[in-house]
DNA sequence: TGGCTCGTTGCATCCTCTGCAACGGCCATT
DNA sequence: AATGGCCGTTGCAGAGGATGCAACGAGCCA
C-alpha cells in the first residue's frame, strides 16, 4: 500500500538469500541505485540491515531481539512449555508445539531429548502444512469456507507416497481430524517418521496451538506412538485448561 | 533518511513491546490514523506485523523465518558448531558462541548438556557486554578510538561486587584481554558462575566470533575452570583454522 | 434509539521520494 | 605510474506518492 515502504521491506527477504551489494538489491528492486541507497541505510538504522566489512549488507541484529520479543509475547508457548518438557520426560520423543497464522503453521516450541543440538534450528521455519499432524489440527478449526479457500491455493508436494495429494484429500483429512478432535501425520513427511497430535484450545473453544509427538519408526512403530495418544491428549488439555484460566481478556 | 520507511519500522519496537492497536500506533508515532493504517498495512503484507481477533497488531510470523535464515547467512556458527558440541561432550558445561555487531554482543549458539530446554531462549539477546567473556574479547579487538568511544558510552551495571565498575576499568581489562588472547568473567554477572572464553579469527587475524564455557562455582571452582583454559583455546583456534580455509573471498 | 469510539475510505494538497548526472575512491589492467 | 572501469555517494529538480482532513460506517454501551 506505500510503494516506498514496501519497497524497504523486500529488500529483507532478498537480504535472507544471502549477502548483498548495493547493485544487486537495486536491481532486484528495480529502482535506482541511490533510491536503494537510502532504503538500505534507513533499514539500517533500525538495525535491520548489517554492512558487512566487504560493504555488502545482510541481515541485522535487531531481527533476532525483534523476533525474540515476538516470541515472547505468545502467551500459549510460555504456558505450554513446562507441560511440553513433561512430556518429553515421560516418553522422551521430540515434542513441538505450533501455531497458525496467516496462511502459514510455524513451530514456536521444540522440545528434543535425544539431540538437543541446534534446537532452534526448526522454530520460525513453515511446517509442511499439508502433511504435518499439527498443521492438520490447525486448519481444521477454521470455517469450511476459510479452509477450503486454503486448500485450493496450497500446493502438495510428494514427500513421501503417504503425503497428502491433493485438495480433495486434505479437506477430507481435516473433516476427520475435526471429529475427533486428535491428527497424525504417519510418514507423510518423512517416510520413517511418524508423529500425532492434538489442539490446544483457548476459553472460547477455539484451537489456539497445537501440540504433537515425532517418533521415527525405527523406535516406535505407528502402533505403538499411536498409544500414546491418551497421555498427549492429556497434556494438551492440560495446557487448555491453564491457557483458558488464565485468559484475562 | 526515508521519513516514511523509518515511521513504519518505528513500529516494529513499539509492538514488540505488545499489543497495540490503530490509535495507540498513530499516537506514537505522533501521525494521523490513516497514515499509521497504511503503514501497518504494508508491515501485514510482508508478514512482519500480524493482526489478532480483537483487531490489535502484533509482532508477525515472517520476523521468525528472517532471523531464522539471518542466523543461517553466518558462517561462522556452521563452522563452529561442531566444534562447540565436541568440547560440551568433553567437558559437559555450557558453551556459547557470540559475536559483535553495531555496538551489540549476541549469543548466535549455544550447546548446554544438562538443561536442553529453551535453548533458544538467550539467543539473539544481547549480552550482558561490560562483564560477559566473549564480549570482552570481540571489544578488545576493536581499534582503540573505537574501544574507548563505546566504552564511554557504555552503562555499567553492578550485577554484583564483581562487575566492571566503570569505563576505566573496563578499557584496562581489554587491554589485558587483547595482550593474553583469552579472557574470563569471574562471577561478574552471576555471583555463582565463572566463564572463560577465546577468540576466534578470521584469515586477516580479525576477531570475528568468541567463544565461551560458563560454569556454576557450585559445581567447579574458578580455579579448576581455568584449567580447562587449553582445550577451550584449542578449540577456538581450531574453528579458527577451518574458518580461515574455507574462507573463499 | 442515540451517542460514542474506532477503523476505514476518497481526495486535494503538499511534501518527499525518485531518478538523473556528476563526483570520487578503489582496483585491476597496461 | 597512468588509465579506465566499477561502485558507492551526493545534490538537485521534477513528479509521483504520502499525508492529513473530513466524512462514512460498524460495533458497543447506555
Not at 510455524?106 to 499432524?133: C, F, H, N, Q, W
Not at 489456539?208 to 523406535?219: F, L, Q, R
Amino acid at each position: 500500500m506505500s510503494q516506498t515502504v514496501d519497497r524497504a521491506l523486500s529488500i529483507l527477504p532478498l537480504l535472507a538469500e544471502g549477502p548483498a551489494d548495493l547493485g544487486q538489491v537495486a536491481e532486484r528492486l528495480d529502482v535506482h541505485k541511490s533510491t536503494a541507497l537510502r532504503l538500505l541505510r534507513t533499514l539500517h538504522e533500525h538495525g535491520l540491515v548489517y554492512r558487512q566489512s566487504d560493504q555488502r549488507y545482510r541481515l541485522g541484529a535487531r531481527l533476532f531481539a525483534l523476533a525474540q520479543e515476538a516470541v515472547e509475547n505468545l502467551d500459549v508457548r510460555e504456558i505450554a512449555h513446562p507441560h511440553l518438557v513433561e512430556l518429553n520426560s515421560k516418553i522422551g520423543h521430540t515434542v513441538h508445539l505450533a501455531v497458525y497464522e496467516e496462511n502459514e503453521v510455524l513451530y514456536i516450541d521444540k522440545v528434543e531429548s535425544r539431540y538437543p543440538v541446534r534446537m532452534y534450528s526448526r522454530i520460525g521455519k513453515p511446517v509442511a502444512i499439508t502433511v504435518a499432524a499439527v498443521a492438520k489440527l490447525l486448519l481444521a478449526d477454521l470455517s469450511e469456507p476459510e479452509r477450503r479457500a486454503i486448500a485450493e491455493k496450497l500446493d502438495y508436494p510428494q514427500y513421501t507416497p503417504r503425503s497428502t495429494p491433493d485438495a480433495a484429500a486434505f479437506l477430507k483429512e481435516l473433516t476427520v481430524v475435526r471429529e475427533q478432535g486428535w491428527a497424525t501425520d504417519l510418514g507423510g513427511h518423512e517416510e520413517s517418521i511418524n508423529c500425532i497430535g492434538a489442539p490446544i484450545r483457548g476459553a472460547d473453544g477455539r484451537v489456539v496451538a497445537a501440540m504433537s509427538v515425532s517418533a521415527p519408526s525405527v523406535v516406535v512403530t505407528a502402533d505403538e506412538l499411536l498409544t500414546l495418544l491418551p497421555v498427549v491428549r492429556r497434556t494438551a488439555d492440560a495446557i487448555s485448561r491453564e491457557y483458558s484460566g488464565n485468559a484475562p481478556t
